[in-house]
């Protein structure tokens, strides 16, 4: 039967993987992932979240063995791990596994760039470990998926720490026992709820899930044993997790298909549905021939699941207008962008935004697929221009260019750490399989 | 309706609640509470699981504001709350909530005693903070009982995160909004598989709910913002953990009734069903005429949940000794003693307790209670003696008395951590109540 033993089988795939065995197109994709990690981390380090996390962390960091991407502290790797993650999430702008709606990189990296640092690894060997732990924490999420997320459990963290604990386990060279009690451990501390997303709590779960899964990796090491059929187990997390689950998918083609192959980065920092809308918002201002503040009404029809999860004309900060449709609108038609800036508190609390929210809205057409949408905007003077997405950027239809993708990384940069030397960090990524030492990513990162 | 707000309900239970508030004997039971707690991980500090721990964590410790009870490491708070819930737990000689088969103390006390270190707490600050935090777990337990378990959660570590929340909260003076945000912290970290019991992982789950628990208070106290329905919002602990899920349970009677008093001490360190078995066999130890060898044969009669969890003639070292009905018996009868000794590696492998496990064997009696058993010895010679115990100590209808308590940390401190003067101890947390320094208790416990 495939689905006996599936932690032993995905064990063992992890722990004997080669790097001959990563095809070129998934060690670019993997790149590409990193990137776009580091890129959300730079822009996310400054978050009002994580001065009160390190105020929180800081009375307990260990011995300076990791860095703290775009900032001057210090601390273990375990604390790095969670922070690194933290910063990475916070934003909204992750990596996106389509089929499960996942954010892998958050969890799954910060543990690998801290053990680069703690106990030196290559780039390839990184690159590596992070290409098989997104595979892990996307299989594991598969199979319980969806009524997972459904009930209430949010996966970038329920999901994200057992790619966290396989790839630093990878990077840590763990045997298949031992890796297989990573899985364990990762299994028993799974944990993250859907509830806790808009408020900073959300980051505290992303953050355990890295933590977290690099503990488990590391109490492996040292031998601490675990259940070792923890997915599949009676009482073990498939059946805590989901009422329809689909073991196969966790062992199904391993080492053939490519998980990462199917993550997508985020042009904007805001829910995913949104981004055709935006796309349409961005054409149409190009083609105004009036200021914006000549519009009178916007009508945008969308899938049903666009209305949704988005119709939210009153928001009351930045976190909560990152799932506006009216205030993605505004912004998009006002300013011509929808970056960072467009979402924070202060572009909320903008009259200008303000005003142009209150003429947004939306109607409900179910032949529109969810990665297309129609905007119409009527101006003062009667007349009206119209916008038709058949597919957004930043869906499989369409995914971010490298040249897009460098873009977003250069505005994350340039918001959230100036001091960083962005072309220079964005090189140096793409090409992290030829680095001898994949802690020089980390030293790039942070003040001299 | 009852249900509404119960997160928001029990933070401001708890937030507001006053020393002067807490009866007489719930306090007295509070202080017993915690000093089973000292004495397990006393007993437990020394294992092997906690040498390993240790070596895991030691390199990411931050300043030694926190003791590790019965070692001479020291270490910040979180770290050492995991470290010591880790300890009282290991030995699975925990106190037992009946209502949930919870064992309360061991995730709530040690985040007490290391704020207690770290920021200073009077005796009968620790002790209040400990009543409501094993309040908060118990109640919390409850209200998703017993389908929770069922599934494969891990109640111990899923619900006592809740309760270490709330008792380090309390202990840091947390307003009720930030008390409610403690609890949302705790929610989205609750995790733990009844998967990994029966290996090391365990105490990663019962570790982490400790320093979770912790961190998710000082989270709180920082502002970091929560959840404020994060048990019974739509996508909150509740609906995650459990198919049958009553809310009231988390509120009703608070501050009325005490779950506190349902809590009971275990008086041989292993599973709840064999103690009235283990009693039988004392008692016939004390009868028998001749040596244990010449024993011929062995009968236990017992509810069916006493074979179903315990019926395990092979067993392979200490940690499975522990659910095993021969091997109970065996030393019971042997060794007159069922104590951390008699469930050690080392007594599982002596040949003459080899030899009297082969001979025990088990019926089901559906009319026979669980707290109860019927223990026959056939000797060589053909005659037998018989003894039935109705209630078996450590069960509700026959708690651990004080004596039987001190006897028990006297046991396990000789064991683990000869080094502490155990009748002082024992004193001290006794009169934790008139302590002006709970930290006092810590320095107790390690080598001067």
């Known amino acids: 039967m495939a689905e006996t033993g599936v932690s032993r089988i995905l064990a063992g795939f992890v722990a004997g993987s080669q790097w001959r065995d990563i095809p070129p197109a998934v060690r670019r994709e993997g790149a590409r992932g990193l ?73 799954v990296a910060p543990g690998l760039f801290a053990l680069a640092e703690a106990r030196g690894a290559s780039g390839a060997e990184l690159l590596h470990a992070f290409i098989l732990g997104v595979e892990t924490s996307c299989r594991v999420g598969d199979a319980v998926m969806p009524h997972h997320y459904r009930r209430g459990a949010h996966i970038t963290a329920t999901c994200g ?44 779960g992303v953050g355990n899930a890295a933590r977290n899964g ?19 187990g009676k009482y073990g997390f498939a059946a805590v997790a989901s009422d329809a689950v689909d073991l196969n998918k ?12 199917a993550n997508a980065y985020k042009p904007y920092p805001c829910g995913v549905v949104l981004f055709p809308v935006i796309d349409a918002c961005l054409e149409l201002r190009k083609r105004l021939a009036v200021p914006a503040t000549e519009i009178a009404q916007v009508f945008v029809r969308g899938h049903p699941l666009l209305r949704e999860r988005t119709d939210r004309p009153d928001v009351a900060d930045g976190r909560s207008a990152k799932v506006s449709l009216q205030h993605s609108v505004a912004i998009a038609l006002l300013q011509g962008a929808a970056g960072i800036a467009q979402f924070t508190d202060a572009a909320v609390g903008d009259p200008a935004v303000q ?77 992290i399989e030829t680095l001898g030492d994949a802690a020089h990513i980390m030293r790039m990162t942070v003040p001299v």
Chains 1, 2 share one sequence.
Not at 215 to 230: K, N, Y
Not at 369 to 397: C, F, M, Q, Y
């Open 35 to 107: 990137l776009n990690y580091v890129g959300c981390a730079l822009g996310g380090c400054g978050d009002e979240a994580m001065a009160l996390a390190l105020r929180v962390l800081s009375p307990s960091f260990g011995p300076t063995q990791a860095g703290i991407i775009g900032r001057t502290e210090r601390c273990d790797p375990l604390n790095a791990a969670f922070l690194n993650a933290a910063s990475a999430n916070v934003l909204e702008y992750d990596d996106t596994h389509l089929p499960t709606v996942m954010h892998p990189a958050a969890p």
């Open 161 to 204: 720490i057992f790619g966290a604990a396989a790839a630093a386990g990878k990077l840590l060279g763990l045997d298949a026992v031992r890796m297989n009690w990573a899985l364990g451990h990762a299994a028993t501390q799974s944990a993250g709820l859907v509830e806790s997303l808009g408020s900073m709590s959300k980051s505290i």
């Open 250 to 261: 966790v062992t199904d083609g391993l080492g053939e298909t490519w998980e990462i192959l």
């Open 355 to 431: 005003a142009l929210r209150a003429k947004v809205s939306a109607q409900d057409d179910p032949l529109i697929p969810v990665e297309a949408a129609v905007v119409e905007v009527k101006l003062a003077d009667g007349s009206s221009i119209r916008e038709h997405v058949n597919v957004g950027r930043g869906t499989p239809g369409r995914p971010m260019s490298d040249l897009e993708l460098d873009a977003k990384v250069g505005e994350c940069t340039a918001f959230g750490a100036p001091f960083v030397d962005a072309p220079a960090l964005i090189a140096a990524i793409r090409d």
């Open 214 to 232: 690099l503990a488990g990796a590391l109490f492996a090491e040292a031998g601490f044993t675990a259940a070792e059929q923890a997915i599949e």
